[in-house]
T-cell receptor
Framework: KAGVTQTPRYLIKTRGQQVTLSCSPI?????VSWYQQTPGQGLQFLFE???????NKGNFPGRFSGRQFSNSRSEMNVSTLELGDSALYLC?????????????FGEGSRLTVL | DAKTTQPPSMDCAEGRAANLPCNHS???????VYWYRQIHSQGPQYIIH???NNETNEMASLIITEDRKSSTLILPHATLRDTAVYYC?????????????FGPGTRLSVLP
């Protein structure tokens, strides 16, 4: 079956702009989580959605937001972009069947802020 | 903060077993040990997880000490494609929250 799909794969924005990233989870997966990866901070949890509700949130400013649709697809938005927002943004989905805790990650969206 | 400690880097000869250690001395009774790896420019990939008992799958084996304060991921016959950053994570294995805390991991280089 198809894996986690993230779009766009690469994008360049300038400071002050906003960006929306999209994630389509594996079919049947209802949990979608987002992570930010930078060389300095590594992989950091942003937030998680389950059945259109945000269940967990990491320690990021309010400029970072997300949502999940009824088909489990998710989007995350970053407003008023800063240079430090340049990162690889990874989406992961999970079926939550049992307690396997297996996350399936997409290839990521690489954001460059100029 | 990550609850695990891993060496920053390791080398392994191709065809030999790669043994990646992880210390998790503050692990709680209901926390599982998970291993993921990230090959350059790709999203992390699940490898294996366990609670108390040793586990084996088609990718690797996980050996957890009896006191659960440390574990070792074993790649039995490392190949060049196993070169990656390996993350050891401990978390409660429930269905509520997929917020994994990734540390810096171990950069494994498999050498020809």
């Amino acid at each position: 079956k198809a894996g986690v799909t993230q779009t766009p794969r690469y994008l360049i924005k300038t400071r002050g702009q906003q960006v929306t990233l999209s994630c389509s989870p594996i079919s049947g997966h209802r949990s979608v989580s987002w992570y930010q990866q930078t060389p300095g901070q590594g992989l950091q949890f942003l937030f998680e959605y389950f059945s259109e509700t945000q269940r967990n949130k990491g320690n990021f400013p309010g400029r970072f937001s997300g949502r999940q649709f009824s088909n489990s697809r998710s989007e995350m938005n970053v407003s008023t972009l800063e240079l430090g927002d340049s990162a690889l943004y990874l989406c992961a989905s999970s079926s939550l069947a049992g307690v396997s805790g297996e996350l399936f990650f997409g290839e990521g969206s690489r954001l460059t802020v100029l | 903060d990550a609850k695990t400690t891993q060496p920053p880097s390791m080398d392994c000869a191709e065809g030999r077993a790669a043994n990646l250690p992880c210390n998790h001395s503050t692990i709680s009774g209901n926390e599982y040990v998970y291993w993921y790896r990230q090959i350059h420019s790709q999203g992390p990939q699940y490898i294996i997880h366990g609670l108390k008992n040793n586990e084996t799958n088609e990718m690797a084996s996980l050996i957890i000490t009896e006191d659960r304060k440390s574990s070792t991921l074993i790649l039995p016959h490392a190949t060049l494609r196993d070169t990656a950053v390996y993350y050891c994570i401990v978390r409660v294995g429930d269905n509520y929250g997929q917020n994994f805390v990734f540390g810096p991991g171990t950069r494994l280089s498999v050498l020809p």
